[in-house]
């Protein structure tokens, strides 16, 4: 046994220290989150690898126990083309949209409510009492309008593809009140012909964390952010402001579109970030928030101040005033 100068024993090496240090780490970004609301839109290789779901899942329920508000909107455009094919019924697709019809109206909403819900839901109960799942139509979570496609400047008609109008958040209030996490698929009720409508799930999201006065929107994809230079080169854009992202949007690759269209509404309408993550990297959601390098795309409002942890804040100090309403954003591109 060594000894100190002084005649004591020497402490002994710790093998666990490098785990305090990270839990250190987080504890400014714990103080910044503590009570706030992150939407999280699950999606990509995220949604169909099953460690990547399992690691998800983890996430999620992490947020919940350090303190956070999650909700989880999703899609499933690979699960509800699988399930088309297996009745027989064609996948179609205009102007980046699916089409669809009654028949095909009744499949996504058997996949996304009855599978790909039921399947989030029960990875996230292996961690306790927690989730709940709904859809957009229940307690008029949302509210939509028939979406038309655009072609050479002509309006098409694409069937049963909504435009979301409205959010009441009563519901999904209730359920973060009494500490459970929401799972939300995203279907929504029809403003005005007895419909039911699919919607762009990057859009009920982005809509979703606007009405909520969330603090982040976190979108979940197969690319590592968006890139300053694609395809010339994989630079990613670490942080950018809502007039910077709005100037390149017509830049943009077609499966980016909704998902920055996404990030902008929700930076314009109350949330403080809005963040494209690498879902194909285990626990993402995770090192986005919690660590000091963090990973992905962040687009923060105009004249929003550094990303740095800021110290916590004084007993004095006033919470932000919450807005009443908000415009929702109209959907394109990638439609489940």
């Given at each position: ?96 949209l699916r089409v669809t019809t ?76 009494d500490g459970r996490i929401p ?112 990973i992905g795309t962040m687009v ?37």
């Amino acid at each position: 046994m060594s000894v100190s100068k002084a005649g004591q024993a020497a402490p002994r090496k710790n093998t666990a220290l490098p785990k305090a240090r990270t839990l250190i780490e987080a504890l400014p970004w714990l103080t910044r989150h503590h009570g706030k609301t992150v939407v999280v839109k699950f999606g990509g290789n995220a949604m169909v690898d099953e460690e990547l779901k399992a690691a998800f899942a983890q996430d999620v329920v992490f947020l919940r126990h350090a303190g956070l508000r999650p909700v989880v909107v999703h899609g499933g455009g690979p699960q509800i083309s699988a399930a088309l094919d297996r009745f027989g019924l064609v996948s179609e697709f205009k102007a980046g949209l699916r089409v669809t019809t009654p028949e095909a109206m009744d499949v996504v909403r058997m996949v996304l409510a009855g599978q790909v819900q039921r399947e989030l839901v029960g990875l996230l109960n292996r961690h306790g009492p927690l989730a709940v799942g709904m859809t957009g139509e229940d307690a008029h979570l949302m509210t939509a309008v028939q979406h038309f496609a655009e072609i050479d400047g002509e309006r098409v008609d694409i069937g049963r593809v909504g435009e979301i109008t409205a959010v009441d958040t009563g519901a999904v209030t209730a359920l973060l009140d009494d500490g459970r996490i929401p799972v939300i698929s995203s279907i929504a009720r029809s403003a005005d012909d007895g419909h039911v409508y699919n919607v762009n799930a990057d859009t009920a999201a982005a809509a979703l964390a606007a009405s909520l006065d969330a603090e982040t929107l976190m979108i979940l994809t197969d690319v590592e952010g968006l890139y300053e230079d694609w395809p010339a080169s994989d630079e990613v854009i670490s942080r950018l402001t809502a007039s910077e992202l709005e100037a390149l949007l017509p830049e943009l690759a077609s499966g980016m579109v909704p998902k920055m269209r996404g990030c902008l509404h929700a930076v314009r309408n109350g949330v403080s970030t809005a963040r494209v993550l690498d879902g194909r990297v285990p626990h993402s959601i995770l090192l986005e928030i919690f660590t000091d390098d963090g990973i992905g795309t962040m687009v923060v409002p105009d004249g929003a101040p550094g990303d740095e942890p800021p110290a916590p804040p004084a007993p004095s100090s006033a919470p932000d005033p919450q807005q009443a309403t908000h415009p929702v954003p109209t959907p394109l591109e990638e439609q489940a």
